[in-house]
């Protein structure tokens, strides 16, 4: 059995959501850390995080896409497409049979989890919450294996689609 691996790299990170942009920031010496902005942190003790400047759309993302991923999985379809674009892979050429996604996480969709829950809670207010209100996607975005299905129908992989834990490594 021959074994392939695809040598391309792709990057969302705080201080560059592309492999240039964050390889300019880390050989700078820049710093990506700075007050929080993705959210109102005054009622945090700590209010300094590095966040990702990431915009799905600008990255290539589909408008449907973005509507039903969790953001770490936009962060992932962006760094993969990046990654594959880097390899030079033409999947048209593979059987796509042959190709597999493996992608570690240490946690499924936090921000479709609490999304959901103001949602169903009437922002917290109810201890009982009301599944009626619950977003259309709410299961895809909490499942970690969402992250390799996603991947899997992005690039048409046919292949095993798995998720490794990488929480607590």
């Known amino acids: 059995m021959r074994r392939t691996a695809i040598t391309g790299i792709g990057v969302v990170?705080?201080?560059?959501?592309?492999?240039?942009?964050?390889?300019?920031?880390?050989?700078?010496?820049?710093?990506?850390?700075?007050r929080i902005s993705f959210f109102d942190p005054?009622?945090?003790?700590?209010?300094?995080?590095?966040?990702a400047d990431f915009d799905p759309l600008a990255a290539g993302l589909q408008e449907h896409e973005v509507r039903?991923?969790?953001?770490?999985?936009?962060?992932?379809?962006?760094?993969a497409v990046e990654a594959r674009?880097?390899?030079?892979?033409?999947?048209?050429?593979?059987?796509h049979d042959r190709i597999g996604v493996c992608v570690g996480s240490a946690v499924g969709g936090t921000m479709a989890l609490e999304d959901g829950y103001v949602a169903?809670?009437?922002?917290?207010?109810?201890?009982?919450?009301?599944?009626?209100?619950?977003?259309?996607?709410?299961?895809?975005?909490?499942?970690?294996?969402s992250l390799?299905?996603?991947?899997?129908?992005?690039?048409?992989?046919?292949g095993p689609a798995v998720v490794i834990s990488t929480g607590c490594t």
């Open 120 to 145: 169903v809670s009437n922002r917290g207010q109810e201890w009982l919450v009301d599944p009626d209100y619950a977003p259309p996607f709410l299961y895809q975005g909490l499942v970690p294996s």
């Open 42 to 51: 005054r009622e945090f003790r700590s209010q300094i995080a590095a966040e």
């Open 13 to 34: 990170a705080p201080g560059g959501v592309t492999r240039e942009s964050f390889w300019e920031q880390i050989t700078a010496g820049r710093t990506a850390t700075g």
């Open 85 to 95: 674009e880097d390899s030079g892979l033409d999947l048209a050429a593979v059987d």
């Open 68 to 79: 039903r991923q969790d953001r770490y999985v936009q962060f992932a379809t962006a760094a």
């Open 148 to 158: 390799a299905s996603e991947l899997a129908i992005k690039f048409e992989a046919h």
